[in-house]
């Protein structure tokens, strides 16, 4: 079986980059090309496997059009999964245009590829919570209204329903994964859990002094990113293309999040944790909590990590970063503060 991942280089193309090859796949991923190495998240895989052509890297871009059909026409790949987007809410803000272009482009660009292709090639969008926008307590599952609050969430409601075009009027087998927040060690730096963690182990190594957050209230349905991108893979083994929500079942605010991770080192959160208006967003997804029962129906898929085991494995990888932040630090390498801009 052949692969192409869009977004190889983030959290979730690295686990599934290991998944497929863990299950004999031929990996290809878009690499974009920038002016300092962004393959840190799947550098081990990229030294074991390329040797042998198990996994592929090609430059391109979600906005090159013609470069993304090229590379599906020569590539031919069993299943196409578009990880690719410019992730970060607040970031959606500042950069409306930018992040709308790659969440619809990409996708309408891949479908009409698969389209036009004669091997029925399966797609997956990587579909997202936001997009419902969180305006009510309710537990949201498939048939849940969108109605997305941020430029981000816009862009990923028109590949949603884009996909799903395509899937009724062309036969396209493809399939929406609306996932719920997922996090690891691998998160990226300034989503909110993983900026918790890591300044718990910063603060336990003594190279941080305080944590800034934003609104301390919003409350997220929290999972493993492991444990999704096994559901992405699920849905795609399917016999239909269908639409799947993965969520845990719970919610827990930022609050609770960043309690639990300080109580993990026995630290005191409210020593440490300060606020500011400067993390707050022009409009706010408040409350979101999935209901995954199709997925846990009709895939067998669950989650095997809860949010205290969540917290766990982030707080003791980043305890183990900051233990070599420190040794670095004695070698004046790094500065000793660590914040990063607005976000
Ligand atoms: P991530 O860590 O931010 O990774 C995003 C990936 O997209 C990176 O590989 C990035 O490349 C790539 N990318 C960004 N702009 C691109 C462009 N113009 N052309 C080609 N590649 C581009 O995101 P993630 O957490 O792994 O999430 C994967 C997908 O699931 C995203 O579409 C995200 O919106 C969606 N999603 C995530 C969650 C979650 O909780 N994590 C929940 C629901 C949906 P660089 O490394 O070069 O920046
Ligand atoms: O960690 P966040 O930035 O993630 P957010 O906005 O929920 O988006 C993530 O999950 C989506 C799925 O629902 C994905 F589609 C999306 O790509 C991304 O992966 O913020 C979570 C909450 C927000 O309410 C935010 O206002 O935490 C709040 N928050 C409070 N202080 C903060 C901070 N968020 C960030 N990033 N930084 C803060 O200091």
Redesign the pocket.
Known sequence: MKALITGITGQDGAYLTQLLLDKDYEVHGLLRRSSSINTSRIDDLISEYTAENRLQLHYSDLLDSSSITNLINSINPDEIYNLA?Q????VSFENPIYTTQVGTLGSITILEALKHSDKKIKFYQAS???MFGGGSKESLNESSAFNPK?P??AS?VFAHDITKIYRDSYDVFGVNGI????ESPLRGE????R?ISKAVGRITAGIQEKL?????D?S?DWGYAKDYVQGMWLMMQHENPEDWVLATGVTKT?REFAIEAFNHVNLNWEDFVL?SEK???PN???Y?LGDSSKARKELKWKPSVDFSGLVKIMVEYDINEAKKDLALLKDNLISPTWEYPK?
């Open positions: 987007a992730s970060h809410v607040s997202s919570s936001e941020s981000y969430g990923k996932l719920f927040n997922h300034t989503f909110v859990t900026k800034t957050l934003g609104n301390l919003a997220r930022v606020t993390y707050l967003r706010e997804v408040h979101l976000i």
